[in-house]
């Protein structure tokens, strides 16, 4: 059998252009569609359903990336995505990465309305308030999605969930877990009290330490993790919105932690106390 020969071979075909204006927000938000790159992300696109369709639309992968990932072109296709063999350099037209790994997907946008997370009454989650670093979202993401949080919001004031940094960091956990976007912090806050979830703001200037929290056994119950911008913090305004507001303690000498590092503190210590005995229950099981 001859050499498979890529059949988009310009990064000036009207199916790459499409593609590559994904990057922009503005775009995005019209088309509600948005760029996955990589592998894992891909292969989670695919699995994924958004209002029981995949959630992959379209795949563009190198020869070489098809034939070393065949068992996920096979996914995509089995979902119904269209895959297009490009040339390397089309890839990398449509690629926001600096190194392409061959596989670029095309994506519904996948987010869920705040009244449904708050209608399943989740017992965990992280709540995104004045997060500007896409890096750092995508992080978080990650971080709540490991913790075996059920939901993260994503409030007006953070960064834009599609940006493609958000979604590489993510890793694919992007496809996991309930996310809200455009939320009012306030609103956001209303409605999770309302369905019987502790609001804690995490702050470094924080009264209440998280220590003396797991040592007071207050930990235990349906708990969200408010998370400001990493270089100020919360506002007051939003930090008076909370139940508490909780510092994680340093033991050593630095100065500060980063807002993924203090968010996975934060998510697995809850995580923990409402596996516990006292708490309300298991994350591994539901």
């Known amino acids: ?14 199916r790459v252009l499409a593609a590559r204006r994904l990057a922009k927000r503005n775009f995005r938000g019209k088309e509600r569609l948005f760029l996955a790159e990589g592998p894992q992300a891909v292969r989670e696109a695919a699995a994924h359903r958004v209002d029981g369709a995949a959630g992959l639309v379209e795949l ?10 065949a068992d996920i072109v096979g996914e995509a296709r089995a979902a119904g995505a269209r895959v297009h063999l490009a040339a390397e350099e089309v890839i990398a037209d449509i690629s926001t990465t600096v ?37 750092n979202a995508g992080t978080v993401l990650r971080c709540a999605d490991a913790a075996g949080a059920e939901a993260v919001i994503l409030t007006d004031a953070s960064v834009d969930l599609y940006n493609p940094k958000a979604v590489r960091a993510s890793v694919g956990s992007l496809f996991h877990l309930p996310v809200a976007v455009g939320v009012p912090v306030e609103q956001a806050v209303a409605g999770l009290r309302d369905a019987g979830v502790r609001v804690l703001a995490a702050d470094g200037a924080g009264v209440h330490d998280l220590d003396e929290e797991l040592d007071k056994g207050t930990m235990g119950g349906p708990t969200a993790w408010v998370f400001g911008n990493e270089a100020w913090g919360l506002p007051e305004e939003t930090r008076a919105l909370a139940d508490a507001v909780v510092r994680v303690p340093l033991h050593g000498k630095a100065e500060s932690l980063n807002l993924a590092t203090a968010a996975a503190v934060c998510l697995y210590a809850s995580a923990r106390a409402q596996r516990g005995s006292g708490g309300c229950r298991s994350v591994a099981g539901g």
């Open 60 to 69: 563009f992968a190198t020869v070489e990336a098809a034939e070393r990932y």
């Open 99 to 135: 190194t392409p790994q061959g596989l670029v997907g095309v994506c519904r946008f996948l987010d869920t309305p705040f009244e449904e997370i708050l209608a399943a009454r989740p017992k965990l989650v992280a709540v995104l308030a004045h997060v500007r670093d896409p890096g």
């Open 1 to 14: 059998m001859p050499p498979a020969t890529p059949e988009l071979i310009s990064p000036r075909s009207p």
